[in-house]
């Protein structure tokens, strides 16, 4: 997924998760791109309650969200396993 910054951000906090309906035992290692460049990776998995996230976008156009299953199956779904928790982006 992408998400359009057009450099008006500095900061983005909050909590990286997988939803519920989630299959058990599914991890995604999931990776946060700004403009393209690798920025921060975290694992998640779907006993966690939350992976805290904190980054610096600030200047940056496009944050790019690039998730991988690493363990488990995926199902099919309509809707992303991942989400964002309590959530924010900083001017």
């Not at 944050?63 to 991988?68: D, E, G």
Request: hydrophobic share 45%; with cysteine.
């Amino acid at each position: 997924m992408e998400y359009a910054l057009d450099g008006a951000w500095t900061t983005l906090e909050g909590e990286l998760a997988m939803r519920d309906g989630t299959p058990d035992g599914l991890a995604a290692e999931v990776t946060l791109l700004l403009d393209g460049a690798p920025l921060a990776a975290y694992r998640v998995d779907a006993s966690d309650a939350g992976v805290p996230l904190k980054v610096l976008t600030e200047g940056a156009d496009v944050l790019t969200v690039q998730a991988v299953a690493v363990e488990g199956e995926c199902a099919t779904d309509p809707l992303p396993y991942l989400v964002f928790a309590d959530t924010y982006v900083a001017p």
